[in-house]
């Protein structure tokens, strides 16, 4: 036997389960009175914010077809410089008047989630090149037992997704238009898609 | 945070033999919300090892505590009361600092204060069901509850959930986002639940069952469960890493 490593091994994932808002957003299924206002919920900006406008909105779909009802969305982004609001950048100063994280759940009846939040700037990848801006998105509920992590690029940015390094990773390219969220006026429309032909490009990170 | 260098480096890869596989067929719900693609292996770029951090401000008085912060003045839940300590950890051991840890559980009868709930056993109206708390400098966090009921839940036609708390967890980057459950330690239906056999390893399962901890009781007041998290740590600064080329 050769000396122990000593790493500890990390706390195994369990599904968020059904009731999930219960947890991370109790005011959403009427909770109320515990906390003030559901952590992460409503608009990512305020009259300061710098950054241009953009409301991201979409659906969770199953194998079957059918959008989730009960997921439960997290999203993080840079703000409109490429920084993060983070101790983790090193960069320089993210803007203050923006988080870059926000949470959603999928709505009740419908099980559409929507972000209102500013288009992020580009952030460099490991060895200096810029990669395209984008969103990263994290996903679980019930029947996911680990959350599933993956990015939204943005449609009207066909040059600089040409050259992210991330997309160039995928393998197979048709698969890549799953991760550019389409881009119309101030709305980008970003579906993920658990299962199937269109399943979305899900990362190890 | 403290003392150290920002905290600049990628993730440990996850071990994905230690958590549960996405496609789990004794757990129905995973078979259409499974991903059958390969993942994309991205070792972590900013957007993975920075992450949200929560001040203390965000916090309520009784956020910790959910034997009373949903009950109605001088009233409280109904159950069996429990401290539920432990410290949140990375694979190297230290503590975590300032991590957000958020928890939701059914009342002492198996009951969830929510919409979709449809289980027979009663409402209680002094129990929400949820709280949180951040570590402190060492890591450590606490926070007082019932004791949670088993509850059945449809998938096979007599499965239940043992007693558990569910748990979702920051660290300080966004690749160690984290949701797992607690059990308590001796619980029977720990070992039939197709919940739990998600998880594939004995050992990691019982990485998720919380000792009773006669140390940390309060006397005359309630008994203590120690349970410890462990996020993903961060590869050594030492020597930098090498760039693997596209
Ligand atoms: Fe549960």
């Known amino acids: ?89 090193t960069r320089g100063k993210a803007d203050p008047n923006f988080l870059g994280w926000a949470r959603c759940p999928g709505d009740m009846a419908t099980g559409e989630f929507l972000f209102e939040t500013i288009k992020p700037g580009r952030v460099p990848f490991r060895d200096g090149r810029l990669m395209a801006p984008h969103v990263t998105f994290w996903i679980v509920a019930r029947g996911i037992n680990l959350g599933l992590h993956t990015r939204m690029y943005f449609s009207d940015e066909e040059a600089a997704n040409a050259e992210d390094p991330v997309l160039a990773r995928i393998e197979h390219k048709v698969r890549v238009p799953t991760l550019i969220g389409k881009r119309d006026g101030d709305t980008v429309t970003f579906d993920i898609h658990l299962q199937g032909d269109k399943e979305t490009v899900f990362f190890d990170i | 945070m403290k003392n150290t260098l920002p905290e600049t480096t990628p993730f440990f890869a996850r071990d994905r033999e230690w958590h549960p596989p996405a496609y789990t067929p004794g757990y129905k719900t995973s078979i259409l919300r499974s991903p059958q693609r390969a993942l994309i292996s991205l070792e972590g770029t900013k957007s993975e090892i920075t992450g949200p951090v929560f001040g203390h401000n965000i916090l309520g008085e009784f956020d910790n505590d959910l034997i009373v912060n949903y009950a109605k003045p001088g009233e409280m839940a109904i159950g069996e009361r429990i401290l539920v300590h432990g410290r949140v950890l990375d694979e190297r051991g230290r503590g975590v600092e300032g991590a957000l840890v958020e928890f939701w559980q059914a009342n002492a009868g198996g009951r969830y204060r929510h919409k979709k709930e449809s289980y027979l056993a009663a409402i209680d109206p002094n129990f929400g069901g949820c709280g949180r708390t951040i570590t402190d400098a060492d890591g450590n966090y606490a926070f007082k509850t019932i004791r949670p009921g088993a509850y059945p839940w449809p998938n096979g036609v007599n499965d239940w959930r043992p007693a558990h708390i569910h748990f979702s967890v920051f660290g300080h980057g966004f690749a160690q986002r984290l949701i797992t459950q607690m059990y308590f330690e001796g619980d029977p239906m720990i070992w039939i639940c197709p919940i739990v056999k998600t998880i594939p390893d004995k050992q990691a399962i019982e990485q998720l069952i919380a000792a009773l901890d006669m140390n940390a009781t309060i006397p005359h007041d309630m008994r203590a469960y120690k349970f410890d998290i462990v996020l993903r740590g961060r590869r050594s600064t030492l020597f930098e890493n090498r760039l693997e080329g596209n």
């Open chain 1, 1 to 89: 036997m050769a000396q122990s490593l000593n790493y500890l091994k990390e706390s195994p994932s369990q599904t968020a389960g059904p009731y999930v808002h219960i947890g991370c957003t109790p005011n959403f299924v009427g909770i109320e009175g515990v906390y003030a206002q559901d952590l992460g919920s409503g608009p990512m900006v305020n009259a300061d914010t710098r950054g241009e406008r953009i409301t991201i909105r979409g659906f969770v779909y199953d194998g079957g077809g059918t959008a989730l009802k009960d997921a439960l969305i997290e999203i993080w982004q840079a703000d409109a410089d490429g920084f993060y609001n983070s101790p983790s950048e």
